[in-house]
């Protein structure tokens, strides 16, 4: 612990800030973690059917019910905005939709670009306390007298090594965890975009006739008496 601490203040002002930095971004991996992998987690093939089967059925306030059930998952919330417009026109279905997928989309790309900016954040703050320790080197090597010159190198030099060591840790890790929630977001921007297309499909072709012989082939009308026959 005190070696720990040693680092720290032979780090400076800028490795402090990045010790700061390295905590926030500890802040948005585990809330994003939490949020893209357990609130928002669900069996969407399994949910999926059951909406699909029950509005086969013609059972659309089951289906409605199931999903204001799971109304904090997105994509049953997005279920639930589309079904209450499912007695409308196919016009009114689609902006429904539209406005499902504006109000989901969002919730799971909220604060994960912070992850992003903090990298960078850390490894810019680790690159000014690298450029600080060598201006406090190249100082000392300025001084005349040699104990003093001795102790301003070796702290300059501390600084900058620390600095940038520090920066590397936080941003590193910061840019894996990144890319790894990234994936996962689009993932279910994906499922969510599929499964509420497959949705409105179901719901507006069901306001069409049904394929029978007579609407595919309609009887021929009888001919005119007054036509001619060649």
Same mark, same amino acid.
């Given at each position: 612990?005190?070696?720990?601490?040693?680092?720290? $203040?032979?780090?400076? %002002? %800028?490795?402090?800030?990045?010790?700061?930095?390295? %905590?926030?971004?500890?802040?948005?991996?585990?809330?994003?973690? +939490?949020? #893209?992998?357990?609130?928002?987690?669900?069996?969407?093939?399994?949910?999926? !059917? &059951?909406?699909?089967?029950?509005?086969?059925? +013609?059972?659309?306030?089951?289906?409605?019910?199931?999903?204001? !059930?799971?109304?904090?998952?997105?994509?049953? &919330?997005?279920?639930?905005?589309?079904?209450?417009?499912?007695? &409308?026109?196919?016009?009114?279905?689609?902006?429904?939709?539209?406005?499902?997928?504006?109000?989901?989309?969002?919730?799971?790309?909220?604060?994960?670009?912070?992850? *992003?900016?903090? /990298?960078?954040?850390?490894?810019?703050?680790?690159?000014?306390?690298?450029?600080?320790? #060598?201006?406090?080197? %190249?100082?000392?090597?300025?001084?005349?007298?040699?104990?003093? $010159? !001795? !102790?301003?190198?070796?702290?300059?030099?501390?600084?900058?090594?620390?600095? =940038?060591? #520090?920066?590397?840790?936080? /941003?590193?890790?910061?840019?894996?965890?990144?890319?790894?929630?990234?994936? &996962?977001?689009?993932?279910?921007?994906?499922?969510?975009?599929?499964?509420?297309?497959?949705? =409105?499909?179901?719901?507006?072709?069901?306001?069409?006739?049904? #394929?029978?012989?007579?609407?595919?082939?309609?009887?021929?009308?009888?001919?005119?008496?007054?036509?001619?026959? *060649?």
């Amino acid at each position: 612990m005190e070696n720990l601490f040693n680092f720290l $203040k032979e780090a400076g %002002f %800028f490795g402090a800030l990045i010790v700061m930095t390295g %905590f926030i971004s500890v802040y948005f991996i585990a809330e994003r973690i +939490k949020v #893209l992998y357990f609130d928002y987690g669900m069996d969407v093939k399994d949910f999926s !059917q &059951r909406i699909h089967a029950l509005i086969v059925s +013609k059972k659309l306030d089951e289906a409605l019910v199931l999903s204001a !059930q799971l109304e904090k998952k997105p994509m049953a &919330r997005a279920f639930k905005t589309i079904l209450e417009k499912a007695d &409308r026109d196919d016009e009114t279905i689609f902006q429904a939709h539209d406005n499902a997928m504006s109000e989901i989309i969002p919730l799971y790309t909220k604060k994960l670009h912070y992850l *992003s900016m903090l /990298a960078n954040v850390a490894t810019m703050v680790g690159l000014l306390g690298t450029i600080s320790g #060598l201006i406090t080197s %190249f100082k000392a090597v300025s001084k005349a007298d040699a104990a003093l $010159k !001795q !102790q301003l190198l070796s702290s300059g030099i501390a600084e900058s090594l620390n600095a =940038t060591l #520090l920066g590397l840790v936080v /941003a590193i890790p910061a840019m894996v965890f990144f890319s790894v929630l990234s994936g &996962r977001q689009n993932q279910l921007i994906e499922q969510t975009t599929e499964k509420c297309g497959k949705l =409105t499909e179901v719901l507006t072709s069901s306001h069409l006739p049904q #394929l029978t012989r007579q609407n595919v082939f309609p009887d021929q009308l009888p001919p005119n008496p007054n036509s001619k026959v *060649s």
